[in-house]
């Protein structure tokens, strides 16, 4: 039976539920793991530090077995990053893996290698979250990521795409024009996409400040937007106002970053942390991981690690440690060492 737009949301959104109430369940599972299969990027964006220009692709039953491990300790969502992940030449085989085990697949691509057949293959391959960064409206030296680059990349996604699509804009101190993050998302919505904001980081994650005008671009692109992207802005609104976020990070255990060497690590930012090969990881560590307690989590603009802890935030429990953590620190400093309380 052949797939429809129509059809396949409704399908991605049931599964995404069904794994949304098992992750309520059982805490010591990961929600969203990010693997990296190639290190290699076909840019050179003057801010990151998660790319190199000549690695070569991680041999595909290497990578099966990272995605069959990942299925074994109970993943639910696995994206597929880089580097550009679009280079690897087997790239489809791998997220057709993810969805024999039944786990969600998404990618996170510069898309610079998109078109009509390769987003077929993709549709074909099962694949249904992608997202897309786009730095600015036209290229400049510290990136190629820019509408006018990939607006014809995007029209291809709004006609063929049988998987959802998000578009996802920076502010911070390093990109050029203020205004491009609303013609951004202006755009992608026009074109049926959801769309998102993120703050740029430094190279441990943290936040780099934003001006008033950069703050007031930022709400301008939240109003715009529109699915789960958009909806969990709260920890940015804060740390742009200069405030520290209370919040839990449950890298290690929630969220796995799984470089090309596969091992896994708490977030991009944090590698080496804690190091360990994905296929020794066991449930122990992910038990062990969620009670960990992060130093840079107060100050953390990583917002897919912060969606992923979300979930455990709403427990009673993480109620109650909050609460007491407010009554302690009465002008709104994080009670970081009430982390280690168990959830
Ligand atoms: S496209 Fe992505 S991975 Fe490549 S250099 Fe730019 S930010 Fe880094
Ligand atoms: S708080 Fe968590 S997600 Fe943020 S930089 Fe630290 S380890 Fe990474």
């Known amino acids: 039976m052949q797939r429809t737009k129509l059809g396949s ?10 794994l949304v109430a098992g992750g309520v369940v059982d805490k010591y599972h990961p929600l969203l793991v990010q693997i990296i299969p190639m290190r290699r990027c076909n840019l050179a964006c003057a801010y990151c530090n998660e790319y190199d220009q000549s690695s070569k692709p991680v041999p595909l039953p ?21 580097g550009e992940p679009l ?10 893996r993810i969805r024999e085990h039944g786990m969600i697949a998404g990618l996170i691509t510069n898309g610079l290698l998109l078109g009509p057949d390769r987003i077929a293959r993709l549709n074909q391959a099962g694949l249904e979250y992608l997202q897309i960064s786009i ?24 006609e063929h795409a049988l998987f959802h699509v998000n578009i996802n804009s920076v502010v911070g101190a390093q990109l050029g024009n203020r205004q491009d993050p609303v013609i951004i998302a202006k755009r992608a919505r026009d074109l049926g996409f959801s769309t998102s904001i993120g703050v740029l980081h430094d190279e441990s994650g943290q936040l780099s400040p934003l001006s008033a005008s950069e703050a007031a671009v930022y709400d301008e692109v939240v109003r715009l937007g ?16 200069g405030r520290p976020n209370n919040w839990h990070c449950r890298a290690g255990a929630r969220y796995l970053y799984v470089c090309e060497e596969g091992l896994v690590h708490y977030c991009s930012q944090q590698r080496g942390k804690p190091g360990i090969a994905l296929l020794e990881y066991s449930r122990e560590d992910i038990r062990r991981e969620f009670y960990s307690v992060k130093d840079c989590a107060p100050l953390c603009t990583i917002g897919c690690v912060h969606r992923a802890s979300t979930l455990d935030e709403l427990r009673p429990s993480e109620l109650v440690r909050r609460y007491r953590s407010a009554q302690k620190a009465p002008h709104g400093a994080p009670d970081v060492a009430a982390g280690h309380e168990a959830v």
């Open 226 to 241: 529109q699915g789960v992207y958009t909806r969990i802005n709260d920890f940015q609104r804060n740390l742009i106002a």
């Open 9 to 18: 949301a409704l399908t991605r959104s049931a599964r995404t539920l069904r």
């Open 87 to 96: 280079m690897h030449p087997e790239l489809d085989a791998i997220l057709a």
């Open 135 to 158: 730095d600015n409206v036209a290229p400049d030296a510290v990136s190629q990521k820019s509408l006018k680059t990939l607006d014809r990349k995007l029209q291809h996604l709004a």
């Open 62 to 82: 290497v990578m099966l077995r990272r995605i069959d491990r990942l299925a074994e300790l109970g993943t639910a969502c696995v994206t597929i990053s880089g």
